[in-house]
């Protein structure tokens, strides 16, 4: 397929490696969560990674993800991080996919479509101890509800919980998890232990060794992104994503014309403006008008006025800015560095979003596979 367009993201393998090992607790295994494309990375390829470095199960949102998965010949256990959606549990099944459970109706479909398969699948059991989004409420119904999953063709693989402020709050936390224990003490007194019990995301698998259990479920480390709090810097993280695209036009204004639609950046004296090709329709999004700096030759330049949907302006000044020069939207150049988290501020979001926001128009490619060379990534050549 024709990549004419310089606009990619530039994911390095490599790094997400490199979190995995940072993240990965010595007596705890890793779940590398890679739903919605890896969080916008690409998630065959970063799950693949994150395998190599020694995670051992891939956490997704729907079936549909994990099957993906498994067409891309990954063969590493994949948890659904919800209920299967009605009608999906049999191709799940098949697919070998592990489902989460957490209401008699979702077990009684489950349970349908693994006597139709002859099979015994391993559930996951979720309790909800405070985040209150999805799972098994009270948690004290625990033993009542994997007892019913047992008897209904079921093996009791895993119980989990979800923690909602672990990266900014300790009492919350600790409550959720005292919830948890008690569960899990509950069903260990019927006899009922599973192999994996896990409560930690990210932040906590950083903040709360406690929250450890035998499983932590990393998203946003994985990506080398804060949780919050500043919890990357204190666990090393190194950012595994880079936007870049290159310059297409260069103008030189003289003082006083205004750009963009809407004319809300006037130029204050004779400037030099570039157009780079990128804007909302890719994820760049149109609140980061007048107020984000992109990289151009190693120096900060701010957007100059609205985002459009396909191109963005950049006041680069008196730069001997030039058709074709690089331009990092998210990431390096030279000693500069602009972050998701960065761009997040100024959109009153989370990083999170940010990268999981950059569209499918802006093609993936991938630095650091391993038995391959590196990929080039000077002055926006798109790679073959
Ligand atoms: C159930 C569940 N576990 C783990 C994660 C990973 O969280 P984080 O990206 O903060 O590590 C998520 C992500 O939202 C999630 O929904």
Redesign the pocket.
């Known amino acids: 397929m024709i990549r004419a367009r310089p606009t990619v993201a530039e994911v390095d393998l490599d790094a997400v490696r490199h979190n995995v090992r940072a993240m990965k607790p010595d007596r705890a295994q890793l779940?590398a969560?890679v739903?919605a494309d890896g969080?916008g990375h690409g998630a065959t390829e970063v799950a693949r990674a994150a395998l190599e470095a020694g995670a051992t199960w891939l956490?997704v949102?729907t079936v549909e993800e994990a099957l993906a998965l498994r067409e891309s010949g990954l063969r590493a256990p994949i948890l659904v991080?919800?209920e299967l959606s009605r009608g999906s549990e049999s191709e799940a099944l098949a697919g070998g996919i592990t489902p989460t459970l957490y209401t008699e109706d979702g077990l009684r479909w489950l349970s349908s479509a693994a006597r139709s398969l002859d099979l015994t699948p391993g559930v996951h059991v979720?309790v909800d101890t405070g985040m209150h989004r999805v799972g098994l409420f009270p948690p004290d119904r625990a033993v009542e509800f994997v007892t019913g999953a047992v008897a209904a063709q079921c093996a009791f693989e895993g119980l989990?919980t979800?923690l909602a402020r672990?990266?900014e709050d300790t009492a919350t936390t600790e409550a959720q998890l005292r919830r948890f224990r008690r569960s899990s003490d509950d069903l260990a007194a019927a006899g009922l232990t599973p192999s994996y019990r896990h409560a930690a995301?990210?932040?906590a698998?950083i903040r709360h060794p406690e929250s450890h259990f035998d499983l932590v479920?990393?998203?946003?480390?994985?990506y080398g992104l804060d949780?919050g709090g500043g919890l990357g810097d204190r666990a090393g993280l190194r950012p595994a994503l880079r936007w870049r695209t290159a310059v297409t036009q260069v103008k030189r204004l003289p003082t006083g014309e205004a750009v963009s639609y809407g004319h809300r950046y006037r130029l204050e004296r004779d400037t030099t403006v570039a157009t780079i090709p990128v804007g909302y329709a890719d994820g760049y999004r149109r609140g980061l008008s007048s107020r984000a700096d992109v990289l151009i030759g190693g120096r900060r330049r701010r957007v100059a006025g609205t985002v459009t949907m396909d191109q963005t302006l950049v006041d680069c000044g008196d730069d001997p800015v030039q058709a074709g020069d690089e331009v990092v939207l998210i990431g390096r150049q030279g000693d500069q560095e602009v972050t998701a988290d960065e761009l997040a501020r100024i959109l009153a979001t989370i990083g999170?979003e940010v990268v999981c926001g950059i569209g499918p128009r802006v093609p993936r490619v991938f630095v650091g596979e391993q038995d391959q060379e590196p990929t080039p990534t000077r002055n926006g050549g798109a790679p073959s």
């Open positions: 779940m969560v739903k969080y956490g949102a991080l919800s979720k989990w979800h672990a990266e995301n990210s932040a698998t479920r990393v998203g946003i480390a994985l949780p999170y």
